[in-house]
Nanobody
Framework: QVQLVESGGGLVQAGGSLRLSCAASGRSFSRFMMGWFRQAPGKERDFVAA????????YYADSVKGRFTISRDYAKNTVYLQMNSLKPDDTAVYYC??????????????WGQGTQVTVSS
């Protein structure tokens, strides 16, 4: 079993930045595709970004390209989402996910509990 714990959410003004962290338990971190998703009130959960098992490939939703950066630290079993130039539309609960054989946008096996990001205008 893998546990994922997100942190770093909060309230920020439009144009500001936040960095989300997702700490993973277990020894298999280096084998996982890691992803970030978000869910705004009344909407479905959407893909935000993903990074493959060796960190060599990253993937982004069109809505965040150029503003968000996903990265991973194998020594800390942690994946990060650096969010810059935040917009009110980025307001959502952000979830971390890990998958053995996931594609960037689906097929994840484990999910975190989520962290709230609120961007004020």
């Amino acid at each position: 079993q893998v546990q994922l714990v997100e942190s770093g959410g909060g309230l920020v003004q439009a144009g500001g930045s936040l960095r989300l962290s997702c700490a993973a338990s277990g020894r298999s971190f280096s084998r996982f595709m890691m992803g970030w998703f978000r869910q705004a009130p009344g909407k479905e959960r959407d893909f935000v970004a993903a990074i493959n098992w060796n960190g060599g490939s990253t993937y982004y939703a069109d809505s965040v390209k150029g503003r968000f950066t996903i990265s991973r630290d194998y020594a800390k079993n942690t994946v990060y989402l650096q969010m810059n130039s935040l917009k009110p539309d980025d307001t959502a609960v952000y979830y971390c996910a890990a998958g053995w054989a996931a594609t960037p946008t689906k097929g994840y096996d484990f999910w975190g509990q989520g962290t709230q990001v609120t961007v004020s205008s």
